[in-house]
């Protein structure tokens, strides 16, 4: 089995960057996915990393080191909007490919 | 092109009762996956089906069922609900084996 850990709560000002990080003990995966999900609202896809290195979208990155057991997010030139709870989630490769989710990061972005 | 559509949005069972949730896909994504979301635990798979046969369960309880239609609508089941099923129940569909899951807006399941 695996398990996935994120920080539980990330604060940061406008404009500012941000580091979401993702651990996660396995023995087999597919790749890393990001989902951003507002307060009462549906996940999103954010990004998807099938292999090691950093996948660019905008203001968002993410980056995946197979080897290090290590993903994170990176949220660029921060804005109100970006306040939000990112999930990361990993295909279980030994579980059928089930998707399991850590348990999210609530970013708040100040003024 | 209409997104994934969850309905009721809101659910208020008793203890003891079923409940039937309903899932309508994207138009061509034949994959439709369920999720249990609370507080405290996160996100936590309930169950993944693919041209109406199930891909995938995760660790619930046998009272959790789920099936898929020849259009790739969903269902899901919880019979003798009981206070822990309390969540938000989310559906999300993909097209084929693809990683991007486009989700609904769930249903907001209250077990009083």
């Known amino acids: 089995g695996q398990s996935l850990e994120q920080p539980s709560e990330v604060t940061a000002v406008e404009g500012a960057i941000v580091q979401i990080n993702c651990t996660y003990q396995t023995s087999g995966f597919y790749g890393l996915s990001w989902y951003q999900q507002h307060d009462g609202g549906a996940p999103t896809f954010l990004s998807y990393?099938?292999?090691?290195g950093l996948e660019e979208t905008g203001r968002f990155s993410s980056f995946l080191s197979r080897s290090d057991s290590y993903g994170y997010l990176l949220l660029q030139e921060l804005q109100m909007k970006d306040s939000a709870s990112y999930f990361c989630a990993v295909r279980d490769r030994n579980q059928g490919g089930k998707l399991i989710f850590g348990q999210g990061t609530e970013l708040s972005v100040k003024p | 092109k209409a997104g994934v559509t969850q309905t009721p949005r809101y659910l208020i069972k008793t203890r003891g009762q079923q409940v039937t949730l309903s899932c309508s896909p994207i138009s061509g994504h034949r994959s439709v996956s369920w999720y249990q979301q609370t507080p405290g635990q996160g996100l936590q798979f309930l169950f993944e089906?693919?041209?109406?046969?199930?891909?995938n369960k995760g660790n619930f309880p046998g009272r959790f069922s789920g099936r898929q239609f020849s259009n790739s609508r969903s269902e899901m089941n919880v019979s003798t609900l009981e206070l822990g099923d309390s969540a938000l129940y989310l559906c999300?569909?993909?097209?084929?084996?693809?990683?991007?899951?486009?989700f609904g807006s769930g249903t907001q399941l209250s077990v009083l």
């Open positions: 999300a569909s993909s097209f084929g084996d693809n990683e991007k899951l486009f």
């Open positions: 089906y693919f041209s109406e046969t199930q891909r």
């Open positions: 990393n099938a292999l090691d």
